[in-house]
């Protein structure tokens, strides 16, 4: 009893919430998208979470289904509103870290500073600034894999394609920025995401726990992105003991060393590079090899030093 009773009363301050925010549409499609989040968050995330499946619905028009944004896909919010998204979407987050399209509403609800920051490197580096200019994306439909396939081992684009193969993941993954609103900030963000899965081949880092935190560090150090300190800080916190002594000793201390001292890593047209061999490009951009071989092996990993 007393379970139905909580469910009801935080369906209540949910569409409370929501309508409060702006007038509602598609409800019924909204409900039944809240029930289904609600069984795989518990209920303290659950209620943040509803405003944050709520404001992604609300960037399409239903009745003549046109975007009402900056750029296709935006969602305006207020401060009050975004402040609530990052509460929101922390929570969840933090109860499950591999809920990417949760990660990705708390980097762009905190982000604008560190946006700006980076935006004015990219526009301060003269291939950063051709990439602000000509807007590539990293896709599937973008990337010629039989090409890069038949690059020598070693080339970057071959490495980079065995990343994609060995850790199974792809680019098209990434989901598209809605909460930034400024258009060209949001082009940084959404470079941010695509150019992550290029950071792991350059640091040399798989996508077990270990592996993502040690990027996560790099990526602190060199965007200053609270979504990044926040994974940085939280990250080891999952970590066994032996996976934490050697990010304390070693990996840590030089992903963090490295983003500080890297280029920009924004400001690569990667797109251009996949023919350079990955010693010359980590060389080129500041970055030293890592100090220990990480193999994934599911969803442990193997250490080398």
């Known amino acids: 009893m007393n379970d139905t009773v909580m469910t009801r009363h935080h369906f209540r301050f949910i569409f409370g919430i929501m309508r409060m925010c702006q007038p509602p549409h598609n409800i019924e499609m909204l409900r039944s998208l809240l029930v289904s989040s609600r069984r795989s968050t518990g209920r303290g995330a659950f209620m943040f979470e509803a405003l944050c499946v709520r404001q992604q619905h609300r960037g399409v028009n239903s009745v003549d289904g046109q975007y009402d944004g900056l750029y296709p896909g935006h969602i305006p919010t207020s401060p009050i509103q975004k402040a609530l998204l990052a509460v929101g979407s922390g929570v969840a987050a933090l109860q499950d870290p591999y809920r990417h399209d949760m990660v990705a509403v708390l980097g762009e609800t905190t982000g604008h500073l560190a946006l700006m920051t980076l935006r004015d490197r990219m526009r301060g580096d003269p291939e950063g600034y051709t990439i602000l200019t000509e807007r590539p994306r990293i896709r599937l439909s973008t990337l010629d894999l039989s090409k890069m396939a038949s690059l020598p081992d070693g080339s970057f684009g071959r490495e980079y394609l065995r990343f994609l193969e060995d850790n199974r993941v792809t680019p098209d993954s990434r989901v598209n920025v809605k909460f930034v609103d400024n258009e060209e900030l949001a082009y940084v963000m959404q470079r941010?995401?695509?150019?992550?899965?290029?950071?792991?081949?350059?640091?040399?880092?798989?996508?077990?726990?270990?592996?993502e935190v040690a990027v996560k560090w790099f990526e602190a150090a060199q965007t200053g992105l609270p979504m990044c300190i926040l994974g940085a800080v939280l990250g080891p916190l999952r970590l066994s003991t032996s996976r934490l002594e050697p990010l304390v000793t070693s990996l840590g201390p030089w992903a963090v060393r490295n983003g500080r001292q890297a280029r920009c890593v924004l400001s690569i047209f990667y797109e251009r590079r996949w023919e350079q061999s990955l010693e010359d490009l980590r060389e080129e951009l500041n970055i030293e090899p890592p100090p220990l071989t990480i193999t994934a092996t599911s969803q442990k990993a193997t250490l080398d030093s």
Not at 192 to 211: F, Q
Request: charged share 15%; hydrophobic share 40%; proline share 5%.
């Open 192 to 211: 941010y995401r695509e150019v992550h899965d290029l950071l792991h081949t350059l640091l040399g880092m798989p996508t077990n726990m270990l592996g």
